[in-house]
């Protein structure tokens, strides 16, 4: 590699944004203890599927001491807490399921949740970045990095499906790592002008893309724009008017933002002022590399520019596996929320069917994400938008 090469690469290091080549955007190593002075909040979230079950979640949230957040001292601390305090908030909300939650957060969790946040730059809500980034550890430290040495560092209501439902999307993220490496070389490759270096590199980010796609498939082994608190929450001691936050999401990964603005796709209307909202939701390094991706020479004006058939068929081959990424993602929203929450409404209309049950019959997720979206309308809309920078391109 020249000199001018290596200045360019330079230019747009992962480094500057917290994203390490080993593990990505995901938390390094995080902590599983706090100092012992937060002790109050990890004997509560350590044992929030027993408590939520029991119905002495809220009880034992009220004799929670106020807490201040001032010793907590390094990054991982306070993504520690923030992950403690939102699994906390999420599970003190639902604890008696979508048709009795509170409109008020006590104060002894709602400060010091607030304060945290205000810390990391991140909103009092359980976001992606708590769930997944920074909510696992390895049962074996000397052992891989796979789905049968991972654990959740907090646990919540839904047993081993939950926990696969996180470490199957950490997994996903992990498969990325190989693609986010190879950002810096391509848009090193655009200022240079060299074809032959980012026709490879593209050629590596599709087989990653890919990656996620396999990864994702393993998944067959929260107060904004939520129908059952249409007013938002009330943070008792921060703000006395009702404040809406959007639940965790997998839209809140940086991970396809990072490749849709590589790829030049643009999302408009509804679903992209939904995917430029969720970029509030993810830690601030994280949104910055987002948009200094979104600042570099256009990859895509590029390719069109160069008449390069090995740059085109790269190009092309890293949107279509963006493509099936995203068809994966459709059918699988499809076969675990859509289909059953079908069944469900079936069940609402049953006569034979006992009515405590059909009471019991979830309502929230019918149409709607994790994260409050239209969800197969938002899916399919996303990925039709892929497909127009894959259509565009071909054309030339």
């Not at 991970?255 to 509030?280: Q, S, V, W």
């Amino acid at each position: 590699m020249s000199l001018a090469d290596k200045d360019s690469t330079t230019a747009f290091c992962l480094d500057s944004y917290n994203v390490s080549e080993e593990l990505g955007f995901i938390l390094h190593e995080p902590l599983t203890e706090l100092p012992l002075y937060y002790q109050p909040w990890m004997d509560i979230a350590f044992h929030l599927p027993e408590l939520v079950h029991s119905h002495e979640l809220r009880s034992r949230v009220s004799r929670m001491p106020l807490l201040s957040s001032q010793y907590l001292q390094t990054h991982r601390e306070l993504r520690l807490a923030h992950l403690a305090l939102g699994a906390t908030t999420m599970s003190y909300v639902w604890q008696e399921g979508e048709d009795n939650t509170v409109k008020v957060l006590p104060r002894n969790l709602a400060l010091p949740y607030w304060e945290v946040s205000q810390r990391l730059g991140l909103p009092p809500i359980f976001v992606h970045a708590d769930a997944v980034l920074a909510n696992w550890k390895k049962r074996d430290p000397e052992r891989p990095f796979d789905m049968e040495n991972l654990d959740l560092v907090v646990r919540l209501p839904g047993g081993e499906s939950l926990r696969g439902f996180f470490m199957v999307t950490l997994l996903v993220e992990l498969a990325a790592i190989p693609a986010l490496k190879r950002i810096p070389t391509v848009f090193s490759g655009v200022s240079c002008g060299h074809a032959a270096m980012v026709a490879q590199a593209l050629q590596d980010i599709s087989k990653s893309l890919h990656d996620m796609t396999e990864a994702l498939k393993l998944m067959h082994g929260c107060w904004k724009d939520n129908l059952s608190m249409p007013n938002g929450l009330i943070y008792e001691g921060v703000h006395p008017e009702p404040m809406e936050f959007s639940g965790g999401s997998a839209a809140q990964s940086s991970l396809l933002h990072c490749f849709d603005e590589l790829l030049g796709i643009n999302h408009e209307a509804k679903a992209g002022a939904f995917l430029t909202r969720m970029r509030d939701y993810m830690p601030p390094a994280h949104k910055q590399m987002i948009q200094d991706i979104s600042n570099q020479p256009s990859l895509r004006k590029f390719v069109q520019e160069q008449c390069d058939e090995e740059l085109n068929k790269a190009f092309q081959l890293c949107v279509t596996e963006l493509i099936e990424l995203r068809n994966y993602h459709i059918n699988m929203v499809s076969r675990y929320i859509t289909v059953p929450a079908a069944r469900a409404r079936q069940l609402r209309f049953s006569k034979t069917v006992d009515e405590e049950m059909v009471s019991k019959a979830p309502t929230a997720l019918e149409e709607r994400g994790t994260g409050g979206s239209s969800i197969m309308s938002f899916l399919k809309t996303v990925r039709d938008e892929t497909k127009q920078v894959f259509l565009s391109v071909n054309k030339n």
